[in-house]
């Protein structure tokens, strides 16, 4: 069944309070940190100091003889497990690669790397121990950048890593892991047809998630085998699935209970602590607990790849593309797996181009191996295309929304990376943004307007979730995605919707892995769209069941009752004469018309609708300083349709706050040893609030038809706009484009300089 | 397992002996905003803590004669709020204001921000720009010393072992005297300066300046107080040409690093723009009060 009319909606689109809010102001609310058990010991880890070194040993003899010090660990303790590609959440994953992410075997290949762990029975043990942990390094020569780890002559991470893609194999290991193509028509064809060219190269940084919650985790591995998790992620499932993978444990032998999660942003989707701390657990027999400094996340986690994006467009004089071409060289950190695949596909997917080549480079090199963030890939590409498109605007002297609009895609384009295009709202993206007031507001000196636009394709996937009818007629809906941003109140919503009762007589509870069916991760935007439609799937076998105990008591036909704003109605004069039944007293009766009333639905959910997403920045420029104030900024966005439209808005303001950060200030500080040296918020610049201006959400509802109530996913395509929206509005202010990420002051002021050359001491 | 001891005297004296008195490491507790954070990372571990919060007179700011005092415990709140020091030198109030956050300045002081020995400290440079005195207690009695006297190198202070800052000596501003201070960072707040800058200076009846002092912070090895800039001042208004050399001065004067918050290209650049700008708004300020 689908409730696509909007107008018939009494629930869904409204904004009611999330039930994990209150918990969550007052500080009750239980994160990864929280959690304590009894006769719990202590874990740390032991990190590489090292960007790149040899492990010739590791002495734990004096560590372990501190008094309190219950278990040590190194990767002699996790099985040695063979390479082995699944693609999981948002991204390739290796288990093999990931053990010696969590642990290094053999080699260190970043600063931060972990190398062993203790348990104790305190932090400052721990601590104390973990500092006295004697590894004995051969350092070798390490390389951070993309490009300088492409080079023939760069340091080798892998030796048994061998391009793929390339025809015939390799015959010498490289750190490039793989070379991607893609392609439609006839890229040397349609360049010849274009009128105008133009080629440009583009740069990102690799930028962390930034969740305000470091990892942390507390396992407990019973004597009898069993062994339970309590952690923060995007996903107990997930946690389940790679610590029995990586420890060799049989599934059912674990429970994996999510954490309330304080921020993920794709960071969380797969495990670094939670394997150790089995580890150590399993060898002092105690329960463990781990929780990362913010020195270690910003070391051993995440972060998003960046990279080094070269775009050729060419078009006729009248705006039309007739060929592109987009090079990306992407960092995967220190194992194989950049988004590098996403990126090649989310550059160009908003356009109808006839000619287009892509390639992708998947680059390893001696930092922390790249996790998911928000479209993986795509805000990088995208910064590249959608700038290079607002350079060719001008060489056109066609405005550049004008120049979107001729080349959209549409119902029926094939893009570039291999669909047909149905269902899409993008146009209608472009058109809101015409017609939205931002864009009729006069600008300043040293204001500029920029326009940007982006795509993220949104999954959907395996989701399982109950609603069970309460005797009091309230209901309780358990679903095992962990609520990243406010889907427990989705979820109760769309139940309440279908059961045609309030909001607040629906709860929903996000449930261990042993207390609901089987969920994939809350990662590629998929929670409301996938796991909304096993909430409204099983709410409506619920309803079902609610008139057939109906139709007992009235002693007619199931078929001929009706159910309506939570009651049951005979169908119409025929079926008899009878007081409606309310879901209440249904529910009451339930004993004696055939025990409780539930539902559950298991499904793997097939088509996701693609986001589509047009932004518009204004900026203002300091030009004695080079600082960038963002002074207003509007995101559109088709969002299908909005269940919780306050929850929408929330996560389209943070992805372009994201976006702005990544565009502004964001990056990492190597030494030239290839060590961190800004690990930590002072000098990892995100935005602070009074950054920011207020950001409008302009919500375009496109309904997507393979959703029950029109649902697109929303959290992701917000921040693939952004960079290039801020450098569009910094290009139209100053006349100088800024091609290379950040756009900190001093790379904006030494810009300024080239144009108007200052008095300076020096000269 | 490393172990510290804490103690809060009640007097000066009783904190004296105390610091003289430790085998190793002895820290100076105020705020601890610098402290802790040095403690929880390992970058420090001292042997003592002494915690000034308990000594009644290393709190508060009080008037006596043509100096307001200024408890070195108090925090940056409390200077805030004091109407008639927020009045005379807003600067000193700005760069306060600038520390940290809300939360942060409740706690943190301007004797703990002065000893913490960062060139990029916001309080310090319009505290020297003031021509503010220390007064320091230590093993042999107390001695007072020009503020500039105290940082010698990043983390480094001139203070000897036993000797803490009890409190400063603001000297009251002369009529048409004023100062303002900015710093850059990336942000908007919660950032460590990448260039600092205070600038006070005195007027005559006419706007001309008759003194003045410029003091640059996170450009050197410690605070500098730019003669050269104040040179510029002194005997102008301050018209474009009075500007563009100060702007010149406060450049030549910069002897900063390249680090993970500015180059030295951009830290020189935007002292000779937070010069002008700074200079500007003191001088309104003086003018104002003619």
Known sequence: MTYLDKASLKVVGTRPIRPDGVDKVIGRAAFGADMVLPGMLWGKVARSPHAHARIKSINIDKALAVPGVKAIVTSADLPAIPSEEAFVGEGPMNFRDLSSNCMARGKVLYDGHAVAAVAATSPAIAEEAAALIEVEYEVLPHVIDVEDAMKPDAPVLHDDLFTQGIDPKPAKASNIAKRITFTKGDFAQGWKEAEVTIERRYTTQPVHQAYIEPHACLVSVGADGQCTIFSSS?????????????????????????????????????VYLEPVALALSKKAGKPVKIVMSREEVFRGTGPAAGGVIEVKYGAKKDGRLVAAELVVK???????????????????????????????????????????????????????????????????????LKLREINAAKEGTKAAHGPTWANIGYTQTLDAAKAHPHMKIALGPNQGRGIASGFWFNIGGESAASVY???????????????????????????????GIAYERVRAVVADTSSTGYCFLTGGSRVTFATGMAVTQA????????????????????????????????????????????????????????????????????????????????????????????????????????????????????????????????????????????????????????????????????????????????????????????????????????????????????????QDPPRLAAE | MPRVSYTAPATVDEAVKALAGAAGLAKVLSGGTDLLVQLKSGRLAPELIVDMKRIPEMIGIREEGEFFVIGAATPGVMLSAHERLEHAFPG???????????????RASIAGNLCNASPAADSVPPVIAARATAVIAGPNGRREVAVEAIVIGPGRTSLAKGEFVVEFKVPKPKPRQCDAYLRFIPRTEMDIAVVGCAVNVTLDAGGTC???????????????????????LIGHKLDADTLAKLDLAAQRACKPITDKRGTIEYRIKIAGVLARRAAAIAFERAAARA
């Open chain 2, 210 to 232: 008759i003194d003045a002092r410029v003091v640059l912070g996170a450009v050197a090895p410690t605070q500098l107080i730019v003669d050269e800039a104040a040179q510029a």
């Open chain 1, 469 to 499: 009818v309460n005797e009091d007629g309230t209901a309780t809906v358990v679903e095992g995605n962990p609520d990243v941003g406010g889907s427990r109140a989705s979820m109760a919503m769309m139940a309440a919707e279908v059961l």
């Open chain 1, 330 to 400: 992407l960092q995967a950190g220190a194992f194989p797996g950049s988004p590098v695949g996403p990126a090649c596909m989310c550059g160009f997917a908003m356009y109808d181009i006839p000619h287009v080549n892509i390639v992708g480079y998947d680059v390893v090199s001696n930092r922390p191996k790249v996790a998911a963030y928000r479209a993986p890939g795509a805000p990088n590409s995208t910064f590249g295309t959608e700038s290079c498109l607002d350079e060719l605007a001008i060489e056109l002297k066609i405005d550049p």
């Open chain 1, 234 to 270: 995007q996903g107990q499932f997930m946690v389940r699935a790679y610590c029995a993978k990586l420890l060799g444990i049989d599934i059912a032998n674990i429970r994996a209970t999510p954490a309330e999660i304080g921020g993920g942003f794709g960071g969380k989707t797969l």
């Open chain 1, 539 to 754: 709410a409506e076998k619920v309803v079902v069941e609610l008139k057939k105990r109906a139709a007992m008591i009235w002693d007619i036909s199931p078929d001929a009752v009706d159910w309506k704003d939570g009651k049951a109605y005979p169908a119409g004069p025929n079926a008899g004469s009878f007081e409606p039944l309310s879901l209440g007293e249904i529910a009451l009766k339930a004993g004696r018309t055939g025990g409780p009333i539930s539902a559950e639905v298991s499904i793997n959910a097939q088509g996701a609708g693609a986001g589509f997403a047009t932004h518009i920045c204004d900026v203002e420029i300091d030009r004695e300083t080079g600082h960038v104030k963002v002074l207003r900024y509007t995101a559109v966005q088709d969002v299908g349709r909005a269940i919780h439209p306050s929850y929408v808005e929330g996560q389209i303001q943070g992805g372009v706050t994201q976006g702005i950060g990544w565009a502004l200030n964001e990056e990492y500080v190597y030494d030239k040893h290839g060590r961190l040296d800004n690990a930590g918020f002072l000098d990892y610049r995100i935005p602070v609030a009074s950054d920011m201006p207020m950001i409008e959400a302009v919500m375009v509802e496109v309904p997507n038809p393979r959703h029950p109530f029109g649902a697109r996913g929303v959290g992701e395509v917000p921040i693939v706009p952004p960079m290039a929206a801020v450098a569009n509005a910094i290009a139209d202010a100053i006349g100088t484009r800024m091609r290379d990420l950040p756009m900190s002051p001093p790379k904006l002021r030494a810009a300024l300089d080239l």
């Open chain 2, 92 to 106: 000193i109030v700005e760069g306060v204001d600038l520390i940290g956050s809300t939360q942060i300045q409740g």
